[in-house]
T-cell receptor
């Protein structure tokens, strides 16, 4: 799996958009970008994933640059419950091996 | 079931005792993962099962750790002669064939006294 780089921590004001960046400059053509988050004392939760087109679901939007070397997870209206560690992972489908989580970004949403 | 189920949710044991942690994956999911997370730390991969293939045990920290997956469904993680450094949350996840979208259980909090 390609290596990803994320800032260790970010703050966001409640109600504002949270934009979490991820750098994956060594991504290969068949690798997807996955985002998970882990709220304190819970197991990680899948958020969204994409290959090259921007994606949106009920939780978030994923913007992938045209060269696919970086992406941004957007939480459009952050709430206090969005405070969590957010993990960006790059991976092929049907990889057949373990999924490795890096350090992630600790997002603190403040009132 | 609705999601990945782990039991027990909490386990307190004495140093030197053996413990078994159970994971019930989502029905039909072929891949099953075990991770552990020490307090304030990231997720540490332990073992991965995929269908009938030999499991990837490369993350197991010592030979005191072992895991089985019976009938391609329920998995048991066994820790023999527990040590205090084994104290952590043990998380199980499963995913469907060919998909990398993992569903995690709530974990088992293991405390070794």
């Amino acid at each position: 799996d390609a290596k990803t780089t994320q800032p260790p921590s970010m703050d966001c004001a409640e109600g504002r958009a949270a934009n979490l960046p991820c750098n994956h400059s060594t991504i290969s053509g068949n690798e997807y970008v996955y985002w998970y988050r882990q709220i304190h004392s819970q197991g990680p939760q899948y958020i969204i994933h994409g290959l090259k087109n921007n994606e949106t679901n009920e939780m978030a939007s994923l913007i992938i640059t045209e060269d696919r070397k970086s992406s941004t997870l957007i939480l459009p209206h952050a709430t206090l419950r969005d405070t969590a560690v957010y993990y960006c992972i790059v991976r092929v489908d049907n990889a057949g091996n373990m999924l490795t989580f890096g350090g992630g970004t600790r997002l603190m949403v403040k009132p | 079931g609705a999601g990945v189920s782990q039991s027990p949710s909490n386990k307190v044991t004495e140093k030197g005792k053996d413990v078994e942690l159970r994971c019930d994956p989502i029905s039909g999911h072929t891949a099953l993962y075990w991770y552990r997370q020490s307090l304030g730390q990231g997720l540490e991969f332990l073992i991965y099962f995929q269908g009938n293939s030999a499991p990837d045990k490369s993350g197991l920290p010592s030979d005191r750790f072992s895991a089985e997956r019976t009938g391609g469904s329920v998995s048991t993680l066994t820790i023999q002669r527990t040590q205090q450094e084994d104290s952590a949350v043990y998380l199980c996840a499963s995913s469907a064939q060919g998909q990398e979208k993992l569903f995690f259980g709530s974990g088992t909090q293991l405390s070794v006294l």
